[in-house]
């Protein structure tokens, strides 16, 4: 998996890096690797996720009226 960033004439390149990062963002690349940076064990996986379900079903709840 490569991100290829071109850069533009006369581009700074703050600009070019910001485009990287969102890109990164949007690929959802940043928060897989900050994920897998330690290990985490298959119950505190699913506790995770349940807890994210939980609280996307109370917002659905409180704001699908």
């Not at 990287?20 to 994920?35: N, S």
Request: contains cysteine; positive net charge.
């Amino acid at each position: 998996m490569s991100i290829e960033i071109n850069i533009r004439k006369s581009e700074p390149v703050e600009r070019a890096l910001r485009r990287l990062k969102k890109k990164l963002d949007r690929e959802g690349i940043i928060k897989d690797v900050r994920a897998k940076r330690y290990f985490e064990k298959p119950s505190e996986v699913r506790r995770r996720k349940n807890k994210v379900m939980a609280f996307t079903c109370m917002l659905r709840a409180r704001y699908d009226k």
